[in-house]
């Protein structure tokens, strides 16, 4: 039995009772009289996993011994490796949605970066899941340490001739040569919770970013952006204002990420 708490069902609930209390309402239901609580994590032969939150309450039954989120090609995963494969997922699935080039051939395959890519957690899913899809793999970051630990995990996930890396300011002109315009961007937004960020420094870096985020990407483009809930109607009013951006926004997913909340926006340039 494995019960997670979250919000205020974390100050008022107790994880061990509920784990007991569903555990022998099992028991006594119908035809599971041979059943047994086993409460130690790894020794039950089915485990049911509890998941309270302020929203609601959700039962599941883990289907794998490891989380899914565990990536053993990754040494540092900072955003939820679920998270970061459904980015991409999203990236590529509206990319191959987009006219076919000229000749009536279909375009791809993609190039793509990601401007504040921090350990690329991101980028190494794209490498990993799509190999064949992307021509080339970019990640910025203007961390010198974490742009590190992005190769560390490019290194154990072997991509390395498909990923590169440089040190940039994403406020900035980005390092990239005149003639590259990138067919996608997909980048986890700094929610100004971590690094000294506050969220009014991010509100004021962001028209910055947004904007360079616009040069590098061509006419139809795509954009996967991962931002906090809090912030998100700011966002959508920058991306979506007539006079500078004027992106379409294509869709948009909520998501929680422990205690926070936050979205993937889908924009098109």
């Excluded at 912030?231 to 997913?253: C, D, M, R, V, Y």
Aim: with cysteine; glycine share 8%.
């Amino acid at each position: 039995m494995n019960v997670k708490l979250s919000g205020a069902a974390r100050r008022v609930c107790d994880a061990r009772r509920i784990a007991k209390s569903v555990g022998s309402a099992i028991v006594k239901s119908a035809g599971s009289e041979n059943w047994e609580i086993e409460l130690r994590r790894g020794q039950a032969e089915v485990e049911l996993s509890v998941y309270v939150t302020d929203d609601g309450i959700i039962l599941a039954v883990p289907l794998t011994l490891k989380p899914i989120s565990e990536r053993s090609y990754l040494t540092h995963i900072p955003l939820r490796s679920t998270v970061a494969s459904a980015m991409g997922s999203l990236l590529l699935r509206h990319l191959d949605e987009l006219e076919p080039g000229g000749g009536g051939e279909e375009r791809g395959p993609w190039l793509a970066m990601d401007p504040m890519c921090g350990t690329a957690t991101i980028l190494v899913e794209l490498a990993v899941t799509f190999k064949f899809k992307f021509l080339d793999l970019m990640g910025m970051d203007v961390s010198v340490e974490q742009l590190g630990r992005a190769r560390e995990n490019i290194l154990k996930a072997n991509v390395g001739p498909r990923l590169s890396l440089s040190v940039g300011d994403a406020r900035r002109r980005w390092p990239l040569k005149r003639e590259v315009e990138l067919d996608g961007i997909v980048c986890d937004l700094p929610f100004g919770l971590q690094h000294g960020n506050t969220e009014a420094e991010v509100k004021r870096n962001l028209p910055a970013i947004l904007q360079s985020m616009h040069g590098a990407l061509r006419s139809g483009g795509i954009l996967v952006l991962l931002f906090s809930a809090a912030l998100s109607p700011h966002l959508k009013e920058l991306a979506q204002a007539e006079s500078s951006l004027n992106w379409k926004l294509l869709a948009t997913f909520p998501l929680k990420l422990g205690e926070l909340h936050g979205n993937i926006f889908v924009f098109q340039k």
